[in-house]
């Protein structure tokens, strides 16, 4: 299993860059780091997903170094509306049919 | 696109009543369902997982006699809490997948009250 460590909170102020490191030690080879959103009494929403190196959408942006043990959610310019959780899984390879969270990162954006 | 619906978004029953939560995928077909619970400030908590035509693999400790999981479709799993008890109060959320290594989709959950 795919046991996934994240800060618990971090805060920022509207504009910035925000920057949340997962750890993944364990990965496997077929595993893929997907990164959510949730907002209280909200299902999690998808933000973005990788296999190896960087990855860019409208949103957000995923680095994972070569060895893939971690990754870093990058959210360019947060506002107020980004204030949310958010949660690394790791998943859909050998570790597929366990798809837990971990405990996630409580993001606060300040104005 | 990858909408998945759940209802009912909330429900009220009575201690000893069941309750059937429905989770669908509207534009696509989903491979494989997943069941969450989240309590208060908590992260979500895998209940099991569903494949289209098997029966459910339920994580250790929930009782799959409590609660019965059906996948009788690619786009419809559901639910159902039995006798349900003051203690199943909680937020229970489906996520669904098209397949390996797809992200998850998820619904806008069940707040469910028990009383």
């Known amino acids: 299993l795919a046991k996934t460590t994240q800060p618990i909170s971090m805060d920022s102020y509207e504009g910035q860059e925000v920057n949340i490191t997962c750890s993944h030690n364990?990965?496997?080879?077929?595993?893929?780091i997907t990164w959510y959103q949730q907002f209280p009494s909200q299902g999690p929403r998808f933000i973005i997903q990788?296999?190896?190196t960087k990855v860019t959408n409208e949103v957000a942006s995923l680095f994972i170094p070569a060895d893939r043990k971690s990754s870093t959610l990058s959210l360019p310019r947060v506002s107020l509306s980004d204030t949310a959780v958010y949660y690394c899984?790791?998943?859909?390879?050998?570790?597929?049919?366990?798809?837990?969270f971990g405990a996630g990162t409580t993001v606060t954006v300040r104005a | 696109g990858a909408v998945v619906s759940q209802h009912p978004s909330w429900v009220i029953c009575k201690s000893g009543t069941s309750v059937k939560i429905e989770c669908r995928s509207l534009?696509?077909?989903?491979?494989?369902m997943f069941w969450y619970r989240q309590f208060p400030k908590q992260s979500l908590m895998l209940m099991a997982t569903?494949?289209?035509?098997?029966?459910?693999?339920?994580e250790q400790g929930v009782e799959k006699d409590k609660f019965l999981i059906n996948h009788a479709s690619l786009t419809l799993s559901t639910l159902t809490v039995t006798s349900a008890h003051p203690e199943d109060s909680s937020f229970y959320i489906c996520?669904?997948?098209?397949?390996?290594?797809?992200?998850?989709?998820f619904g806008n959950g069940t707040r469910l009250t028990v009383t």
């Open positions: 899984l790791v998943g859909g390879g050998e570790n597929d049919y366990k798809l837990s």
């Open positions: 534009d696509f077909q989903a491979t494989t």
């Open positions: 990788g296999y190896k």
């Open positions: 364990n990965i496997a080879t077929n595993d893929y």
């Open positions: 996520s669904a997948r098209k397949e390996y290594n797809s992200p998850l989709h």
């Open positions: 569903s494949n289209e035509g098997s029966k459910a693999t339920y």
